[in-house]
């Protein structure tokens, strides 16, 4: 299951909830194919003014950042440089749809491979073939 974590300052997030979920799991899909859409799990995270702070001080403005989980052997595979560019792109694209073009330059993404034996779903781990010991 894709896991995508947005973090922007509160303020900026409020009402553009609806417009980030469907940019970040088209980005997802535009990647993987159609097939994954049902397993994107979003998630928003609002952060309070003056606790998001850049070089010791708090900022009034912050472009998102994005967190996305994935199985660690994505980035063993043949084509893993491909995925990354295109999921980074993808990611960014989402953002400035509904953001808009100025924080373009300023959007950070992080792939964090998880390897599946480090990985629990119903209180069970999940083996590498997706199925829970």
Do not use: N
Request: glycine content about 10%.
């Amino acid at each position: 299951m894709p896991h995508v974590t947005l973090y922007a300052l509160e303020e900026e997030l409020a009402g553009r909830e609806p417009g980030l979920i469907a940019e970040l799991t088209s980005a997802v899909v535009s990647v993987y194919g159609e097939w994954v859409r049902s397993s994107v799990d979003v998630r928003l995270i609002g952060v309070p003014a003056g606790r998001w702070a850049r070089g010791g001080a708090t900022v009034a403005s912050a472009a998102p950042s994005i967190t996305f989980g994935m199985r660690e052997e994505v980035f063993a595979r043949q084509d893993a440089a491909r995925v990354v560019a295109q999921l980074v792109s993808a990611f960014t694209e989402a953002v400035t749809a509904v953001f808009g073009d100025d924080c373009r330059d300023e959007v950070l993404v992080e792939l964090v491979g998880q390897p599946t034996s480090r990985s629990g779903l119903g209180g069970k781990v999940i083996s590498a073939d997706g199925t829970h010991d």
